[in-house]
């Protein structure tokens, strides 16, 4: 079983910033999709960013350009979200995936087959 470890999540005033992490097993992280989803209330899931490990490589959605960040630190296996400027709209549950290749992952369709992917247990960003 694999597992993804979260956190960063929180409640914040609009304008302000939160920084999101997620910490996978090596042999998960290696050469791999890394990705951010976001839930809110009585919506679907949606792709926030990506990020490929083996090359640095990654992909927003509009909504988010400009504002979030993905990065990684391979010597931990771990990716963050760096996220400023929040606002109400950004108010959800983040869930961070691991897994596809790498053209889906920066053409932003990663975990099409949620089966497919692994998935953290999801943190709480609050926005008001």
């Known amino acids: 079983h694999v597992q993804l470890v979260e956190s960063g999540g929180g409640s914040v005033q609009a304008g302000g910033s939160l920084k999101l992490s997620c910490t996978a097993p090596a042999y998960t992280y290696s050469t791999n999709c890394m990705g951010w989803f976001r839930q809110a209330p009585g919506q679907g899931r949606e792709r926030i960013a990506s990020i490929y490990t083996g090359n640095g490589k990654t992909y927003y959605t509009d909504s988010v350009k400009g504002r979030f960040t993905i990065s990684r630190d391979n010597e931990r296996s771990t990716v963050y979200l760096q996220m400023d400027s929040l606002e109400p709209e950004d108010t959800a549950m983040y869930y961070c995936?691991?897994?596809?290749?790498?053209?889906?992952?920066?053409?932003?369709?990663?975990?099409?087959?949620?089966?497919?992917?692994?998935w953290g247990q999801g943190t709480q960003v609050t926005v008001s």
């Open positions: 995936t691991a897994g596809y290749p790498e053209e889906d992952c920066i053409q932003g369709s990663w975990c099409s087959n949620p089966e497919s992917c692994y």
